[in-house]
């Protein structure tokens, strides 16, 4: 049916649409969500020319229409002009624009990112506005990406300072009480004291732990009970020995605004990443990009397994956590220290194992090849949860044949901040 009203409406939302799912699709990045990665994201905006998750696009709905405006990729509906700027644009070039635009100690968001730290980082990101005219033309777009370049946060030169009271949940009472911490170069600190005003305490003394940043990982959490909605996971590597279940210590601190989260986390990779080396001139080369991965680098895979002792008796039920090179087990989610911690390398092996009842969906790790070390048994909820365990740890194993870490940081470390 022709009319002058359908010049410039597409059909009715969906991805059934053919001009719509032809936009999307054409490029393959748009299967992940442009600001967090998220995967099969169903937004878009339209006048940033980008595929969103729900949690991002609720994050793009905050800022002023002009600059980013959201529809469903199924329930709204579609002008064709909308349609070609998210054919033009998509997320793999548009974020050679926006993700420039961004400070080195935030490069991107993940579905990890807790709301206050996410907001704030695609506010960075797109509050110069959005780019759909530099992607129409090549010579345009070169342009634009120097400017969105040269106008991102500076690389700093000295290291930062910050100091404040945050709280932090007990080892032994599992209550949160605020401690005092201190950032410096090259260590953060806190102070087992008393809070009996908002400012330094008088007569601090001796710190109850002083952890090097090279040695330390800041995770974001969002999905535990902290004592606020902003939570960070502090994981220090305070013991030499490898292997040793005390090797690694979590810490669990919670801050009180999203504001205050990125003030602490913006100056400790800030810190690191001058410990770790990063000059100017390093920007855009392959040694920079691997240390500026190693600042915002997060866990890679944790979750609740059963696991089994040595002699294959006596399931329990243990967190797990999965390092860049270290598989940690651990009696519960908030443990100080791990119940063991499993060394991954280029000769560890893992294999499902077949079904067996009443303990299916299990898998072993092997330290070594299979049939000589030390091997473990994991059993999943469920055959394609032990399957992506398996697929996860052998990546890993994998990579570690060829990725070395960035120099200045311990080669054992489990990296990131």
């Known amino acids: ?246 090797e690694f210590r979590n810490f669990f601190v919670s801050v009180e605004s999203g504001q205050e989260l990125t003030e602490w986390l913006n100056d400790i990779r800030t810190n690191k990443a001058l410990l770790l080396g990063l000059e100017p001139s390093m920007l855009g080369t392959d040694k920079g990009e691997a240390i500026i991965a190693d600042l915002s680098r997060e866990v890679v895979k944790e979750g609740w397994l059963q696991k089994t002792g040595p002699k294959g008796t006596g399931w329990k039920k243990r967190w797990v956590i999965l390092h860049d090179n270290r598989l940690l087990y651990y009696a519960s989610e908030w443990a100080a220290t791990a119940k063991g911690n499993i060394v991954i390398n280029k000769s560890c092996t893992v294999e499902a194992v077949p079904e067996r009842v009443p303990h299916n969906h299990c898998f072993i790790v092997c330290t070594s090849q299979v049939g000589s070390g030390r091997s473990y048994l994991f059993q999943a909820e469920t055959e394609a949860a032990a399957a992506e365990w398996v697929d996860t740890i052998r990546s890993v194993c994998s990579n570690i044949e060829t990725e070395e870490p960035p120099e200045g940081a311990h080669a054992s470390l489990p990296h990131g901040t």
């Open 1 to 246: 049916m022709d009319g002058a009203g359908e010049a410039d409406v597409a059909e009715r939302a969906s991805l059934a649409s053919p001009a719509l799912e032809a936009a999307v699709y054409a490029d393959p990045m748009n299967d992940r969500c442009a600001d967090c990665g998220a995967p099969n994201p169903e937004w878009a905006s339209v006048s940033l020319g980008v595929v969103l998750c729900i949690q991002c696009a609720g994050v793009h709905r905050s800022l002023p229409p002009h600059i980013s405006k959201i529809k469903s990729l199924k329930l709204d509906r579609w002008m064709n002009h909308e349609i070609e700027a998210l054919r033009v644009v998509g997320n793999t070039l548009a974020a050679s624009i926006y993700d420039a635009r961004l400070s080195y100690t935030h490069k991107r968001v993940s579905f990890r990112t807790p709301l206050g730290l996410r907001e704030f980082i695609i506010k960075e990101k797109y509050k110069a506005g959005p780019a759909v005219e530099e992607f129409a033309h090549p010579a345009a777009h070169n342009t634009a990406v120097e400017i969105a370049k040269s106008t991102a946060s500076p690389l700093a030169q000295k290291p930062r300072q910050r100091e404040g009271w945050l709280m932090k949940k007990g080892k032994d009472t599992g209550k949160w009480c605020p401690r005092w911490f201190e950032l410096d170069f090259p260590t953060l600190k806190y102070w087992a004291c008393e809070k009996k005003g908002d400012g330094k305490p008088p007569d601090l003394g001796a710190p109850k732990e002083t952890m090097r940043l090279t040695d330390t990982m800041i995770t974001l959490r969002s999905d535990r009970t902290f004592a606020t909605k902003f939570g960070l996971q502090i994981t220090y590597r305070q013991g030499d020995q490898e292997g040793d279940v005390n």
